[in-house]
C-alpha cells in the first residue's frame, strides 16, 4: 500500500479511540485488543493517541490519528500473513522515511529500536538476524561446502551476539565463499542478487550495523539525530542514486557513530557502501 493509497483511506475515517481502533479490527475480521494497541503502541508500530482537552464532563479518551488507524489494519494483515514484528517496524520506518506527516519522528524511533531488537539477548535472536545478514553467502550451495556456510554464518551470529567483530576470523571463514572473486559474483548475480563484493566490504557493514545498533540501544539516537539521517537518505536519493533503503538509514547511523565529525557530504558519499549489501530490505512499504 503506497503512500497514495494510505492517504485515500484515511481521508474516509474521523480520529478513533482506543475503542474504534479495536472495533474497526474485529468488524474486519482482524483479531485485536487494547493489550495489542497499547503493546504496538510501545514498539513504535503505532503513535501514541493524542490526549483530549478534559471538559466540563470530564476527561475523554485520547485519539489515534486517521492515518494511525489505516497504518493499525495495515500492520495487522501484515502480521495475518506472517509478517514479522520486524517487518512491521520497517514498514512504520519506510512511511517515515518518505513522508514528513505521516509517521512522526518519535514514533520512528521507537520502530527502529524495535526493528534492531537485542541480539545479545540470546544466540537464537543472534542467529536470525546473522541468517538475514548473509542470506546472499550462506543460502546457495555452489558457494563453498555446507559446512564452509555454517561455519561463516555461526562466525557472523557471534559477532551479533557478543558486540566484537574478529575480523581475522571472519575473513578466515569468509574465504572458502568469497574467493574465488570471479565464481562468488558470478553465483550472486545469477541469482540477481547485489551482496558484499568481497569480505572486506561485508566488514565495513558489520561495523556500520554493530556501532548504529550500540547507539540506538544506548538511546543516543535522538530524534534530532534520526531527522538529520533522514535528510542525508532524501539527498541521496534525489542525487540520482536510487531509492534509500534501510541499509542508507543503518550505514548514516553508524557512520555518525564512528565518526562523528564527518561532514553531510562525506557520509552521503559513504552511503554508497550499503549498495553492496543485500541483508537489509529496502524501506518500501507493502503494496
Given amino acids: 500500500m503506497d503512500l497514495l493509497d494510505l492517504q485515500a483511506i484515511a481521508e474516509d475515517l474521523e480520529p478513533g ?23 504496538w503502541v510501545a514498539k513504535g508500530l503505532i503513535d501514541r493517541p ?42 512504520v520506518i519506510g512511511y517515515w522515511a518518505m513522508a514528513d506527516d505521516w509517521v512522526p519522528t518519535r514514533q520512528a524511533l521507537r520502530a527502529l529500536r524495535t526493528w534492531y531488537g537485542d541480539p545479545r539477548s540470546s544466540k537464537a535472536e543472534a542467529h536470525r538476524i546473522s541468517m538475514e545478514q548473509t542470506a546472499p553467502m550462506t543460502d546457495d550451495p555452489r558457494l563453498g561446502t555446507a559446512r564452509d556456510r555454517r561455519e561463516f554464518l555461526h562466525a557472523v551470529r557471534d559477532v551479533f551476539y557478543t558486540g566484537r567483530i574478529d575480523e581475522g576470523l571472519l575473513r578466515e571463514k569468509g574465504k572458502p565463499i568469497f574467493e574465488p572473486k570471479d565464481h562468488y559474483l558470478s553465483v550472486v548475480h545469477d541469482r540477481d542478487l547485489t551482496a558484499a563484493a568481497d569480505i572486506d566490504t561485508f566488514i ?45 538509514l543503518v550505514s548514516i547511523l553508524g557512520l555518525f557513530a ?25 524501506l518500501d512499504p507493502p503494496r
Avoid: W
Fill in 17 to 39: 479511540t482506543i475503542d474504534d481502533l479495536v472495533a474497526t479490527a474485529i468488524s474486519l475480521g482482524y483479531k485485536a485488543g487494547p493489550r495489542l494497541v497499547h503493546d
Fill in 50 to 91: 493524542t490526549r483530549q482537552r478534559v471538559g466540563r464532563t470530564g476527561s475523554q479518551k485520547a485519539l489515534h490519528s486517521p492515518i494511525q488507524r489505516v497504518l493499525f489494519l495495515l500492520q495487522l494483515e501484515m502480521r495475518n500473513s506472517g509478517s514479522s514484528i520486524q517487518d512491521l517496524a520497517n514498514t
Fill in 204 to 248: 565495513i557493514f558489520l561495523k556500520m550495523i554493530i556501532s548504529a545498533g550500540r547507539s540506538v540501544s544506548r538511546g543516543t539516537v535522538t530524534e534530532e539525530l534520526l531527522n538529520r539521517a533522514r535528510t542525508l537518505m532524501r539527498q541521496h536519493s534525489d542525487s540520482g542514486r536510487g531509492r534509500v533503503g534501510m541499509a542508507d
Fill in 258 to 282: 564512528l565518526e562523528p565529525d564527518l561532514t553531510g557530504t562525506q557520509i552521503t558519499a559513504c552511503v554508497s557502501t550499503a549498495r553492496h549489501n543485500r541483508g537489509i530490505d529496502d
